[in-house]
C-alpha cells in the first residue's frame, strides 16, 4: 500500500491550496477514505472522510463550509480543496485508510507522508 501526496506549500491568510494524494497497491474504489492532520506539538486530527459508492462527505467542524473532500477512483486520488485558509490550519496533511470506515475518526491502518501546509502572513 502506499498513499503519496502533494499540493502543500505556504500560503496567506484567506488563500486556498489543492492537497492530492494518489493511492496504489489496494483496491482503492472498495474503500472510504479520509484526510488527517497533524500541528506541531499536537496529536493526529481528523479533518475529513469520504465514503465508497456514495461519496458521502463528512467534516470536522472547524473546516465545514471551506474545505471540500472527493474523490476519482478511475485515477485513485484523493482530494482536500481548501479555501479560505487560517494559520489553525497549519500543519502536516495526511491522506489515511479509517480502520473501520468513513465514520471512525481515530483508527487508520494506512497513512501517507504527509504534505506541509503553511499559513502565514
Known amino acids: 500500500v502506499q498513499l503519496v501526496e502533494s499540493g502543500g506549500g505556504l500560503v496567506q491568510p484567506g488563500e486556498s491550496l489543492t492537497l492530492s494524494c494518489v493511492a496504489s497497491g489496494f483496491a482503492f474504489k472498495e474503500h472510504d477514505m479520509a484526510w488527517v492532520r497533524q500541528a506541531p506539538g499536537k496529536g493526529l486530527e481528523w479533518v475529513a472522510g469520504?465514503?465508497?459508492?456514495?461519496?458521502?462527505?463528512y467534516y470536522e467542524d472547524s473546516v465545514k463550509g471551506r474545505f471540500t473532500i472527493s474523490r476519482d477512483d478511475a485515477k485513485s486520488e484523493l482530494y482536500l480543496q481548501m479555501t479560505a485558509l487560517k494559520p489553525e490550519d497549519s500543519a502536516v496533511y495526511y491522506c489515511?485508510?479509517?480502520?473501520w470506515g468513513v465514520g471512525d475518526r481515530s483508527n487508520f491502518v494506512h497513512r501517507g507522508q504527509g504534505t506541509q501546509v503553511t499559513v502565514s502572513s
Open positions: 489515511a485508510t479509517p480502520r
Open positions: 469520504i465514503s465508497t459508492v456514495n461519496f458521502r462527505t
